[in-house]
């Protein structure tokens, strides 16, 4: 949620909004796809919905083996998306299924976490200093 609301809103700079939504912001849909189909297409699914050629799919997984996120890489690379992978050391199953992957050299989840914060700062302000104001 934190990085969808640095892009659609602002990281730095008064820029124009950028179409981005975090895949698990919404309890309802998120309740409803794990009863009706399976916890791990709660964010494949999401993407087959909203996903479009050119568009990018950032996903976050400390040990690189969420089913979940798998399965959203999956069906983003076959939507022609490019996919970014944030993990831990290895990159684990993610490493597989990512166009990019930022794999943070620890295998503690704390710490982990705490460099993906940093990185997807990173990314927020590379992104805006490509779009016009």
């Known amino acids: 949620m934190h990085i969808a609301g640095e892009l659609v809103g602002r990281y730095t700079k008064n820029r124009k909004a950028l179409n981005c939504l975090c895949l698990s912001a919404d309890p309802v849909v998120l309740t409803a796809l794990a009863n009706d189909h399976g916890f ?6 999401q993407v087959e919905a909203h996903g479009r050629v050119g568009g990018v799919l950032l996903g ?3 040990s690189g083996n969420s089913a979940n996120v798998i399965r959203a890489f999956e069906a983003a690379r076959k939507l022609g998306m490019t ?7 290895g990159g684990g199953k993610l490493a597989a299924v990512s166009d990019v992957l930022i794999a943070v050299p620890s295998r503690r989840t704390p710490e982990i976490q705490q460099l993906h ?3 997807y700062h ?8 490509r779009i016009p104001q």
């Open 117 to 119: 914060i940093f990185v």
């Open 60 to 62: 976050l997984s400390t």
């Open 40 to 45: 791990e297409t709660v964010f494949s699914r």
């Open 122 to 129: 990173h990314i927020c302000e590379m992104v805006e200093a």
């Open 83 to 89: 996919t970014i992978g944030m993990t831990g050391e």
